[in-house]
């Protein structure tokens, strides 16, 4: 197995566990992980594309991986509302 893809896969676990802790109540934890695992590699693409995303890792860019899981995460806290949020509004 590439070390790469294990580097990949702690990023994504690590950037989920952050999102669940920061955002408890804004949607589930298996929600969060797919989110950071499509961060992982939409980061990874937009490295390779433009050939930037600072410092490699390996085969990894992880400043990169983290902007794709942030604009992921963010994007679906913003549009994945918890269902109780939606209660509220008239």
């Given at each position: 197995?590439?070390?790469?893809?294990?580097?990949?896969?702690?990023?994504?676990?690590?950037?989920?566990?952050?999102?669940h802790?920061?955002?408890?109540?804004?949607?589930?934890?298996?929600?969060?992980?797919?989110?950071?695992?499509?961060?992982?590699?939409?980061?990874?693409?937009?490295?390779?594309?433009?050939?930037?995303?600072?410092?490699?890792?390996?085969?990894?860019?992880?400043?990169?991986?983290a902007?794709?899981?942030?604009?992921?995460?963010?994007?679906?806290?913003?549009?994945?509302?918890?269902?109780?949020?939606?209660?509220?509004?008239?």
């Amino acid at each position: 197995m590439s070390p790469g893809l294990l580097i990949g896969v702690l990023f994504a676990l690590i950037g989920a566990q952050v999102t669940h802790v920061v955002l408890p109540r804004r949607f589930g934890y298996p929600v969060a992980l797919a989110l950071a695992a499509a961060g992982v590699v939409a980061g990874e693409l937009v490295a390779l594309g433009l050939h930037a995303g600072g410092p490699p890792l390996g085969p990894l860019h992880p400043l990169a991986d983290a902007a794709g899981m942030a604009v992921l995460e963010v994007g679906g806290a913003l549009v994945l509302r918890a269902p109780g949020a939606r209660q509220g509004r008239a």
